[in-house]
């Protein structure tokens, strides 16, 4: 069984970083589609980042330079630096697996919590 489990949201000054960490249990992250996602208070699930198993990561506009998404395949966690937070950047942040070898099957963490403010 699949399990995605993250942590290290919390509450922020604008300007400050945050990391985001996903473990991952029942399946291996290198072999997977790794994605963040976030959803701000009334607004749609969004992507924000994306590690591949092979290939280059791939960031949304409104996060590239700011964010890196990075991967310990020891530790089978993918995570998300965040730097140079902004207000707008609040929401949860969840993470995602697009799992192998298939990649039509995906599982969903429970979310974490990121305030920024200003």
């Known amino acids: 069984q699949v399990q995605l489990v993250e942590s290290g949201g919390g509450l922020v000054q604008a300007g400050g970083s945050l990391r985001l960490s996903c473990a991952a249990s029942?399946?291996?992250?290198?072999?997977?589609?790794m994605r963040w996602y976030r959803q701000a208070p009334g607004k749609q699930r969004e992507l924000v980042a994306i590690?591949?198993?092979?290939?280059?990561?791939n960031y949304a506009a409104a996060v590239k330079g700011r964010f890196t998404i990075s991967r310990d395949n020891a530790k089978n966690t993918v995570y998300l630096q965040m730097n140079s937070l902004k207000p707008e950047d609040t929401g949860v942040y969840y993470c995602?697996?697009?799992?192998?070898?298939?990649?039509?099957?995906?599982?969903w963490g429970q979310g974490t919590q990121v305030t920024v403010s200003s």
């Open positions: 995602n697996a697009l799992v192998s070898p298939l990649y039509v099957n995906e599982y």
């Open positions: 029942g399946t291996i992250v290198s072999t997977n589609v």
């Open positions: 590690i591949p198993n092979i290939g280059d990561t």
